[in-house]
Antibody, heavy 123, light 108 residues
Framework: QVQLVQSGAEVKKPGASVKVSCKAS????????IHWVRQAPGQGLEWMGW????????NYAQKFQGTVTMTRDTSINTFYMELSRLRSDDTAVYYC????????????????WGQGTLVTVSS | EIVLTQSPGTLSLSPGERATLSCRAS???????LAWYQQKPGQAPRLLIY???RRATGIPDRFSGSGSGTDFTLTISRLEPEDFAVYYC?????????FGQGTKVEIK
């Protein structure tokens, strides 16, 4: 069965960086784009960007250009999202989520989600 | 960027009642690339509807989606106890993908 398993909660100081991982299993890793979505406490969902697992190409929301880096390691079927220059308003649960269809190129809804990783930014 | 506005913010209903949730887009996106998700506390969102009206795998037929252009609706025909949750619409046709602010369906 398809699973996306994320790394554990993190506490960081303002100005630091955080790297969240998302390990995929149960499907062909390179066939489905992965998106990252975040949710601040008590708030709605915010799309951050996607990564093409085959080529490593990325597409980031303009808001996160310059602070987010999405990568993948095909040898261990794992995706990463690194957010730098953290601020208190980056405190959120970060989710990885998969395109619903193969070869969708990011233009798909998200059918499988990781369990979420809480990142807390506090001095 | 396409802004999605959901209404109402909160819907107070009893089990067995019909729920009608609205999602309005600030502009018409690519085709009907509109999805609905359900989210319960402490859980990741769950895909219910995509392509405005197609039910995702395993979703009960009491959930239905309709609409086109800029106006979309999620209908839950008869609320079951497990349906009380927050619902989000999402457009995935015009980057950046965006979500509505959510509608909470609570027990009256």
């Amino acid at each position: 069965q398809v699973q996306l398993v994320q790394s554990g909660a993190e506490v960081k100081k303002p100005g630091a960086s955080v790297k969240v991982s998302c390990k995929a299993s149960g499907y062909t890793f390179i066939d489905y784009y992965i998106h990252w979505v975040r949710q601040a406490p008590g708030q709605g969902l915010e799309w951050m960007g996607w990564i093409n697992p085959n080529t490593g190409a990325t597409n980031y929301a303009q808001k996160f250009q310059g602070t987010v880096t999405m990568t993948r390691d095909t040898s261990i079927n794992t995706f990463y999202m690194e957010l730098s220059r953290l601020r208190s308003d980056d405190t959120a649960v970060y989710y990885c989520a998969r395109d619903k269809d193969r070869y969708c190129g990011g233009d798909c809804p998200f059918d499988y989600w990781g369990q979420g990783t809480l990142v807390t930014v506090s001095s | 960027e396409i802004v999605l506005t959901q209404s109402p913010g909160t819907l107070s209903l009893s089990p067995g009642e019909r729920a009608t949730l609205s999602c309005r887009a600030s502009q018409s996106g690519s085709s009907n690339y509109l999805a609905w998700y359900q989210q319960k506390p402490g859980q990741a969102p769950r895909l219910l509807i995509y392509g405005a009206s197609r039910r995702a795998t395993g979703i009960p037929d009491r959930f239905s989606g309709s609409g086109s252009g800029t106006d979309f609706t999620l209908t839950i025909s008869r609320l079951e106890p497990e349906d009380f949750a927050v619902y989000y619409c999402q457009q995935y046709g015009s980057p950046p993908w965006t979500f509505g602010q959510g509608t909470k369906v609570e027990i009256k």
